[in-house]
């Protein structure tokens, strides 16, 4: 019971935390991918300039709270910056093309940061601190709020989708965009708003995990290899599917950690992929058709 109560519950409570967290990351990795039918390999470094935009508004402010708020719209501007420069040009060309195009703006979002914030690591501190009874143990409050705060923009993600107006033509364009655009939406808009909004979720998780990991420039590459993992693990653009493999991912990853070294963990997560497309080639949620 003592080994349940100080070591398992905390394992447990912590991949619920990393899930939802990589929830946000993997949702606008499945949501791009539908809409443009590109994997962006550039959105773990979205995730990366999240956490440094956060760092410096936090250092001329003082204020995480205002970082929140700034960090993601600075990245989702730079992501609306890219998409309009870089990917629209090849949206009628063979996947491929965008495929090594995200590779590269991976490299130079990286090396940008590392350039201009250097190489180190460095470290957001929580904006509060303690910790809250729960369970016959205390758990930080910082954590109990980020998996708050992520399950609720989780919600608020599918609601958007499921209920707006706005949500339902996005859905509209990945199915038919020629269609969209003979009834005269302006498609191309509707693309470039989708991608900034995707760049400022990978902002926020972030900035929202950097109180709770170390931030680098190669902070990006270890998240968008689980994230990639997320997406095909819950069947290719399936909004519902990501979210849960997230959090199948988030308790593997934490459990493992308890018996495995962390090569081994790596090593059993990709194994898990593995047995799961075996199974289910689809995913947990695959089906005809994207964003369902």
Do not use: C, K
Not at 27 to 55: K, P, R, S
């Amino acid at each position: 019971m003592d080994y349940v109560v100080a070591v398992l519950l905390p394992q447990l409570l912590h991949g619920l935390v990393f899930g939802a967290a990589l929830g946000l990351l993997a949702l606008g990795l499945t949501v791009i991918f539908g809409l443009l039918g590109v994997m962006n390999f550039a959105h773990g470094e979205l995730y990366m300039l999240g956490a440094y935009a956060g760092i410096a508004v936090v250092s001329l402010t003082h204020s995480f709270w205002l970082a929140l708020l700034v960090a993601p719209l600075a990245v989702g501007a730079i992501g609306a910056v890219t998409e309009v420069t870089t990917l629209r040009p090849l949206y009628r060309r063979e996947p491929l093309y965008g495929l090594i195009l995200t590779f590269g703006l991976a490299l130079v979002f990286r090396e940008g940061a590392r350039q201009i914030w250097g190489g180190d690591m460095r470290r957001i501190l929580p904006p509060f601190t303690g910790s809250t009874p729960l369970l016959g143990m205390t758990y930080p409050n910082y954590r109990l709020f980020l998996l708050a705060a992520s399950s609720v923009l989780l919600l608020a993600i599918w609601l958007f989708f499921t209920r707006t107006r706005a949500g339902i033509l996005v859905r509209a364009a990945v199915q038919d965009a020629e269609m969209l655009d003979g009834l005269g939406v302006n498609v191309p808009r509707v693309f470039t708003l989708t991608f900034a909004g995707s760049a400022a979720l990978a902002a926020l998780a972030g900035l929202l995990l950097a109180p709770v990991f170390t931030v680098y420039p190669q902070m990006g590459v270890e998240m968008i290899l689980l994230a990639f993992i997320v997406v095909i693990l819950g069947g290719m653009g399936s909004m519902g599917g990501s979210v849960i493999a997230a959090f199948v991912i988030g308790l593997a990853q934490s459990l493992l950690t308890l018996w495995m070294n962390p090569q081994r963990v790596a090593i059993a997560i990709f194994a898990i992929m593995i047995v799961v497309l075996i199974v289910r080639p689809r995913g947990f949620f695959g089906r005809e058709g994207v964003l369902e």
